[in-house]
């Protein structure tokens, strides 16, 4: 069965550091997301993707971020300077027939 | 702004009982509602996804009812298992396709064997 994958896995930067999350969606799905989840908070909505462009984005997703779709089957998530807040779980998900399935996530240390 | 509350916040029963998890949300303009099960430290798998126009969706064990006019979902596990212990999360959809789902919290379920 199609599934949405993530890397990597695990990610630790410094603060400061620009760090690149992957995402692999499903392949004839249109729609993707980004969403990121802070330890033992909710699981918050970043930003979503449509034809080549960003569709809606949150409050959160500021300057600081950045989303491509750089070829055919990749969507990236940039984080150009991070800061000790941006520790978490981050989720792609793609979507059809407005059913959202997820990635495994990234895991997203800033020390 | 949509907000989406889930009672309670934590569950543990013996194996083989039947337990229903509440979810409710603030704004009852939704799309639809997706149920999702988390396990610790993993993504998100989807259980069920309910149409705005629906009143509920089964699949196994699980049962999913949505009452929009009160602003209120509830998933239904039957004969619960080790195995269903992990955190369920409900998501409401508010808009179209480029709207993210909003979350609650999840309710961390512990079934005992």
């Known amino acids: 069965e199609p599934e949405v994958t993530q890397t990597p896995s695990h990610q630790v930067t410094q603060m400061g550091q620009e760090v690149i999350l992957r995402c692999v969606p499903i392949s004839n799905h249109l729609y993707f997301y980004w969403y990121r989840q802070i330890l033992g908070q909710k699981v918050e909505f970043l930003v979503s993707?449509?034809?080549?462009?960003?569709?809606?984005k949150s409050e959160i997703f500021d300057d600081q971020f950045s989303v491509e779709r750089p070829d055919g089957s990749n969507f990236t998530l940039k984080i150009r300077s991070t800061k000790l807040e941006d520790s978490a779980m981050y989720f792609c998900?793609?979507?059809?027939?407005?059913?959202?399935?997820f990635g495994p996530g990234t895991r997203l240390t800033v020390t | 702004k949509q907000e989406v509350t889930q009672i309670p916040a934590a569950l543990s029963v013996p194996e083989g009982e039947n337990l229903v998890l509440n979810c409710s949300f603030t704004d009852s303009a939704i799309y639809n509602l997706q149920w999702f099960r988390q396990d610790p430290g993993k993504g998100l798998t989807s259980l069920l996804l309910i149409q705005s126009s629906q009143r509920e969706q089964t699949s196994g064990r699980l049962n999913a009812s949505l009452d929009k006019s009160s602003g209120r979902s509830t998933l239904y596990i039957a004969a619960s298992q080790p195995g269903d212990s992990a955190t369920y999360l409900c998501?409401?959809?508010?808009?179209?396709?480029?709207?993210?789902?909003?979350f609650g919290k999840g309710t961390h379920l512990i079934i005992q064997p």
């Open positions: 993707f449509y034809n080549n462009e960003i569709s809606e």
């Open positions: 998501a409401a959809l508010s808009g179209g396709g480029a709207d993210g789902l909003t």
């Open positions: 998900a793609s979507q059809q027939s407005y059913e959202q399935y």
